[in-house]
């Protein structure tokens, strides 16, 4: 597609449950990655892909969060028995290659809310 | 301490002023900058890179000075349209090869 695809845009779960967070990127992008965005903070890095393999989750929280590209496109964000705390709009965003030299593009976000 | 520090905000400032946000890094690894700009409930979308010579994009001028470790962004004749969160970024390669970023200034000008 022209951008990259978010679903769902907003995500509201119970305490406990088990959530799935999507991510298309820009066509022909290698480099994917996911960032969490909490109220009044910046993106916060959680795991890059260069193609199907994650070359860096060290941002990952814990174990709860497991992120996955198996056909080095599409991405899933997976957190297990949510918490409140993981309630933010999870961005996620492409670019070319991972280098420095190439903007990354974001995805409007999904806003997860657990209650 | 945060590898991206940011001047807190929020400047609230009349349209037509000149305003001026600062960003320090500690990690000497850092080897690209730039700055995003985020509007309320967007995503961030990048603004411009930032060169240790200085560049400048219409209103905008952004400056890196390495020795340090400052960036900073200038914004001229500052426009209602400016309003928004800058997000100053820090790009870690060398086997990392991410973005790092920085809380954000939040600017709202009026008129």
């Known amino acids: 597609g022209a951008g990259v695809s978010q679903t769902p845009s907003n995500k509201v779960t119970e305490k406990g449950k088990y959530v799935e967070l999507r991510c298309d990127p820009i066509?022909?992008?290698?480099?994917l990655y996911w960032y969490r965005q909490s109220l009044g903070q910046g993106p916060e890095f959680l795991i890059y892909?260069?193609?199907?393999?994650?070359?860096?989750d060290s941002g990952l929280p814990n174990d709860r969060f497991f992120a996955v590209r198996p056909e080095g496109s599409v991405s899933t964000l997976k957190i297990q028995r949510t918490e409140r705390g993981d309630s933010a709009v999870y961005l996620c965003?492409?670019?070319?290659?991972?280098?420095?030299?190439?903007?990354?593009?974001f995805g409007a976000g999904s806003r997860l809310t657990v209650l | 301490r945060k590898e991206v520090e940011q001047d807190p905000g929020p400047f609230n400032v009349p349209e037509g002023a000149t305003v001026a946000f600062n960003c320090t890094y500690s990690?000497?690894?850092?080897?690209?900058f730039f700055w995003y700009r985020q509007d309320c409930r967007k995503e961030p979308k990048l603004l411009m890179s930032?060169?240790?010579s200085g560049n400048e994009d219409g209103r905008f001028t952004a400056q890196l000075n390495r020795a340090s470790q400052y960036i900073s962004l200038l914004i001229r004749d500052s426009k209602l349209s400016d309003s928004a969160t800058y997000l100053c970024?820090?790009?870690?390669?060398?086997?990392?090869?991410?973005?790092?970023f920085g809380a954000g200034t939040r600017l709202a000008v009026h008129p």
């Open positions: 965003a492409s670019s070319l290659t991972a280098t420095g030299a190439n903007v990354l593009t």
């Open positions: 066509s022909g992008h290698t480099a």
């Open positions: 892909f260069q193609g199907t393999g994650a070359a860096d």
């Open positions: 990690n000497s690894a850092s080897q690209s």
């Open positions: 930032v060169y240790s």
């Open positions: 970024v820090g790009f870690i390669s060398g086997g990392y090869n991410k973005l790092i």
